[in-house]
């Protein structure tokens, strides 16, 4: 008994757990987390490891070689959105011979922020914009988009703007004058979006983030703060989490 103790903890000694969540996860949807666990020691494997969350999700591994990592994947989903502890994980093992199960417990520090669930809508709560949301585009001259004009070359323009096929049949330079979309900013009002809740309401936004922000400015007013229009995934994750904190302080 003394020696399968001693086999049985040394076992799942060296063993260091981790969680790992995604970059987004929105409440209601199952997240997909990375559950690893890393084998410190230097000189056995351990055997029957099986990782298990606080949710109740588990990860059984037959075998974790000595100075490496395994991972695995498990699904969580939280019904609010906030801020959510990521809580503990046990590594649990019954070798060597399966009489006892023995454990360690770690907490996992910091937390994840879930955000609100996502709700279509059409509206930005914007007055006209909330007719066609994503619709308004104004043109300028640019660098991009299609070609509009020919016209004679000035001396300013860039010389890959230059057309050579038009130019070598004239006795001037020309050059190509290209048109550029510009889509107009989407700001979008939570108090004037559709919805009898506030839950509603920011649900409503988050889809509106969500769904434009890779391809046109987004800004929000919130509660009285006026978030400015900006585009792309780091901008878009900045204002979910704005939503997803709502209220919290």
């Known amino acids: 008994m003394s020696v399968t103790g001693l086999a049985g903890m ?4 060296k063993l260091i757990p981790d969680l790992h ?5 929105y409440a209601g949807i ?13 000189y056995l494997p351990s055997f029957l490891i099986r990782l298990e969350c606080q949710t109740g999700q588990f990860i059984v591994f037959p075998v974790v070689l000595q100075n490496s990592t395994n991972n695995g994947t498990v699904f969580f989903t939280f019904n609010q959105r906030g801020r959510v ?4 994980i046990t590594v649990k093992s019954p070798y060597p011979v399966s009489f006892f199960t023995r454990y360690w417990s770690f907490e996992i520090d910091g937390a994840v922020t879930v955000f609100p669930h996502l709700i279509a809508t059409y509206s930005s709560g914007g007055g006209e914009e909330s007719q066609a949301t994503g619709a308004a585009l104004r043109r300028e001259r640019g660098l991009s988009g299609e070609l509009e004009r020919i016209y004679p070359y000035s001396g300013s323009e860039p010389l890959r703007m230059i057309h050579w096929k038009h130019s070598a049949r004239s006795h001037d330079l020309l050059v190509k004058g290209f048109g550029r979309c510009v889509v107009a900013p989407l700001m979008i009002d939570l108090d004037a979006l559709p919805g009898q809740e506030v839950e509603e309401r920011l649900s409503r936004a988050a889809w509106l983030v969500q769904r434009w922000v890779g391809e046109r400015p987004v800004g929000m007013l919130l509660g009285g703060r006026v978030l400015l229009a900006g585009i792309g995934k780091r901008h878009g994750l900045m204002l979910l989490k704005e939503l997803a904190l709502y209220g919290s302080d």
């Open 85 to 88: 502890p990521l809580g503990r």
């Open 10 to 13: 040394y076992n799942i000694k």
């Open 30 to 42: 199952p997240a997909t987390f990375r559950l690893s666990v890393k084998n410190n020691g230097c």
């Open 21 to 25: 969540p995604p970059e987004e996860i």
